[in-house]
């Protein structure tokens, strides 16, 4: 049982903070055990204990979530994409032989607590709450096998912009995120674990983040860090490597997709060689280049390295991207309609 003791104001200083660090006052927990999730109990924020025998500590059976929350101008608190980020959330799962969670625990839950947690939406279009759904698995026994009992948990966290100036990153030539059969495409812990070493490697060479390329060929580009990646032609084609099972089905890249058009942007998923794009900024085209996820939204990148040549792209605040990243946050917002439905109001 979880105990109710919560003051009601956060003690928090909204201005100045990392994000990350800070926990809100509430989680939600749900277990799974004898074939069947049990209800959700939200309670306050404390630490759970684990047997050390406890499967997620030794194979890795671990699946995360990142959505937002965000104040609407008229009040309201919106979960951003809730159906979108549950229906992922089970294909990971799937793919890490975990089970499926139901609606009546991702959907409602973090909609419980949402409106629990209200106070730490905070009316600012700078601001949100991020929301950070994961399972792990609980049985406890070191037979390499898939889990018979598991854990579900919400926490939240404040977040203001996420990396906030454009980056310079470096196109890994060595290390592999993932590959065709692999579990790239599913939101599971080993995946970020694996990328750390590659990323404090760039890191000690002056670059801030990695593009990714496919494993087999080592030329087709698939993801930038820990986001997707997109192009921006000539002010005319948006570009992005079209999806596969080595790279993640990012919501946000498909709200991007979706709200490109509108935008006077044709759209294009396709294979992309890295050649390509390095020729297109040799010949002097036009070429914007920006991570795409949840926790950013977009982050421009200004520099691309590759085997000791640097290509710059085009960075500024008429930049296309910053168009998109705007149209975004007024449907976050309720200051542009939402045609497809994307907000989940509470
Ligand atoms: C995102 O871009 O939303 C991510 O997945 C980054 C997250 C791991 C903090």
Not at 269 to 281: G, K, P, Y
Request: proline residues 4%; contains cysteine.
């Amino acid at each position: 049982m979880m105990n109710e003791t919560i003051t009601q104001k956060p003690d928090f200083d909204f201005d100045n903070f990392t994000f990350g660090l800070q926990a809100t006052d509430r989680m939600l927990v749900a277990r799974y055990e004898n074939g069947t999730w049990s209800d959700f109990k939200i309670g306050p924020v404390q630490n759970i204990s684990l047997s050390p025998l406890a499967m997620c500590l030794h194979y890795g059976q671990t699946v995360f979530e990142g959505l937002k929350a965000f104040r609407t101008v008229d009040g309201k608190i919106n979960i951003f994409r809730l159906e979108s980020h549950h229906k992922r959330m089970n294909r990971s799962l799937e793919r890490m032989a975990m089970p499926p969670l139901p609606a009546s625990c991702f959907i409602d839950g973090i909609r419980e607590l949402l409106s629990k947690e209200s106070k730490w939406v905070i009316d600012d279009p700078e601001y949100a709450l991020y929301i950070r759904p994961f399972a792990i698995a609980t049985e406890s026994k070191l037979g390499v096998d898939a889990s018979r009992e598991y854990l579900f948990m919400v926490v939240l966290s404040p977040l203001k912009a996420y990396y906030s100036r454009p980056l310079r990153v470096k196109v890994e030539t060595d290390y592999i995120r993932s590959s065709r059969g692999g579990a790239g495409s599913a939101k599971n812990g080993g995946n970020y674990g694996a990328s750390l070493l590659p990323q404090r490697k760039a890191k000690e060479n002056g670059f801030d983040q990695i593009i990714w390329l496919d494993a087999k060929e080592r030329k087709f580009i698939e993801e930038s860090g820990t986001m997707n990646i997109m192009f921006i032609l000539n002010g005319k084609t948006l570009l992005t490597p079209s999806l596969s099972d080595s790279i993640l089905d990012g919501i946000t890249r498909d709200s991007i997709l979706n709200i490109a058009p509108e935008m006077g942007l044709e759209v294009e998923e396709r294979a992309i060689e890295v050649a390509e794009i390095l020729e297109r900024i040799r010949s002097g085209e036009k070429v914007e280049a920006f991570g795409v996820g949840t926790a950013a939204v977009i982050s421009p990148i200004k520099e691309i390295s590759y085997k000791d040549e640097i290509f710059e792209t085009y960075v500024n605040e008429n930049a296309d991207m910053y168009r998109i990243k705007n149209k975004l946050a007024d449907i976050r917002r309720g200051l542009s309609p939402d045609k497809f439905g994307w907000s989940d109001l509470v």
